[in-house]
């Protein structure tokens, strides 16, 4: 009986050490926080951030400020894979994918049509999920790997790692995830708009200046090929024809030369497609809500609806006319009319995306439907 009960132990803990050997154990791991992938001569160059949750894990802030956050890690190949393995080359412990979160690519990956075949090596891996957020840069991607939050804050925190707190604040261009970047693909007109991020020395500390990664704009990718960056002030108009946009800001000049800026809370769009003989053309409704932040002189409400609308109007022209010379559905009209009616859809769309023109907007209406002040009134405060 003694025997049978000892056999019957040293079976149970075998099973259950068994069970541990291929366990992690979580101080011999190193977390990988984001990406960056270039191409030159050739080949893939791996830039990899690992950071240090010992720092971060119980704090928005580091335990300790003055330690390291994140480190950057490089290696080249042929392929990713390549890449990839000649990184593993030099790392001290096993690399965990589980907390992968961006991953930012060169100007040079998108030209070279190499923005597919990186996606499509992070999908096919196991340990990394699709809410992976996605860049592109004309700046060196070590760079933008190497920008850390200001005041310190945990990198898992930052605006690449975590865009939608700061989307929220302002909506210039909406942040993309691989599940929304393959939608997006699969949809007509089977385009997608990557945030294009550049590296700026804009902020200072006691330490000395801060590098931060500023939105610029986006890069415009098919399953095929890249179409080019929309950025600066070309690329406002994404903003007011988003049912997505949180908040943004529309400023204007007044006859004395005055500026005066408005904040837009809420923005409501409708496109209707107008189907006619030969063509289709699209109706779109813009709706607006928006704040008096400041004015620096007396002026009517009428004066003010009148400016933002001015204001709307241009920027989402001058972006359809810029996508339009990139030929990119910038705004999504084909998709429009293809949820609308796919039997007129067919008829008319030539590789999935309808052929735009400079007419195709037939009609475009901005809408101030309210307008309100923080302070209820819009009056200068102190009148000279």
Do not use: C
């Given at each position: 009986m003694t025997t049978r009960i000892l056999v019957l132990l040293l079976a149970i803990l075998s099973a259950v050490l068994s069970g541990c050997m291929d366990s992690n154990e979580p101080e011999r791991m190193l977390y990988i926080n984001g990406v960056g992938v270039d191409y030159r001569d050739g080949k893939y160059?791996?830039?990899?951030?690992?950071?240090?949750?010992?720092?971060?894990?119980?704090?928005?802030?580091?335990?300790?400020?003055?330690?390291?956050?994140?480190?950057?890690?490089?290696?080249?190949?042929?392929?990713?894979?390549?890449?990839?393995?000649e990184l593993y080359h030099s790392v001290d412990q096993k690399v965990y994918w589980g907390?992968?979160?961006?991953?930012?690519?060169?100007?040079?990956?998108?030209?070279?049509?190499?923005?597919?075949?990186?996606?499509?090596?992070?999908?096919?891996?196991?340990?990394?999920?699709?809410?992976?957020?996605?860049?592109?840069t004309k700046d060196p991607v070590q760079d933008v790997l190497l920008v850390r939050p200001v005041l310190n804050k945990s990198m898992t925190l930052s605006k690449l790692g975590d865009p939608r707190n700061s989307y929220e604040q302002e909506s210039f261009v909406q942040p993309l995830n691989i599940r929304q970047l393959l939608i997006g693909l699969d949809e007509p007109s089977h385009e997608?708009?990557?945030?294009?991020?550049?590296?700026?020395?804009?902020?200072?500390?006691?330490?000395?200046?801060?590098?931060?990664?500023?939105l610029s704009g986006v890069g415009v990718i098919t399953p095929t090929s890249f179409?080019?960056?929309?950025?600066?002030?070309?690329?406002?108009?994404?903003?007011?024809?988003?049912?997505?946009?949180?908040?943004?800001?529309?400023?204007?000049?007044?006859?004395?030369?005055?500026?005066?800026?408005?904040?837009?809370?809420?923005?409501?769009?409708?496109?209707?497609?107008?189907?006619?003989?030969?063509?289709?053309?699209?109706?779109?409704?813009?709706?607006?809500?928006?704040t008096i932040s400041s004015v620096e002189q007396d002026v009517s409400t009428d004066r003010i609806r009148k400016e933002i609308i001015k204001v709307v109007e241009r920027e989402i022209k001058e972006t359809y006319e810029e996508a339009l010379e990139k030929n990119v559905d910038i705004y999504h009209l084909s998709e429009k009319l293809y949820r609308k009616n796919v039997k007129e859809w067919k008829k008319y769309h030539k590789d999935g995306k309808l052929e735009l023109t400079e007419d195709s907007i037939r009609n475009l209406k901005v809408r101030v439907t309210k307008l309100a002040s923080d302070r209820k009134s819009y009056k200068e405060t102190v009148e000279e």
């Open positions: 160059e791996l830039y990899a951030q690992f950071i240090s949750f010992a720092n971060t894990a119980k704090s928005d802030q580091p335990v300790d400020p003055g330690a390291t956050q994140a480190e950057v890690g490089h290696a080249k190949g042929k392929t990713l894979d390549e890449a990839l393995f907390h992968f979160n961006y991953i930012v690519a060169s100007e040079e990956v998108m030209v070279n049509g190499k923005f597919s075949p990186v996606i499509d090596n992070f999908i096919r891996y196991h340990e990394t999920r699709y809410q992976v957020w996605l860049y592109t997608a708009m990557i945030p294009l991020i550049s590296v700026e020395e804009n902020w200072q500390s006691d330490k000395g200046p801060i590098k931060a990664p500023v179409k080019g960056f929309i950025s600066g002030d070309k690329a406002r108009g994404i903003q007011w024809m988003s049912n997505n946009t949180k908040r943004g800001l529309v400023a204007f000049d007044l006859d004395s030369g005055n500026r005066s800026t408005v904040t837009i809370d809420k923005v409501k769009v409708k496109i209707k497609p107008v189907i006619g003989k030969t063509e289709v053309k699209f109706d779109i409704d813009v709706e607006l809500w928006a």
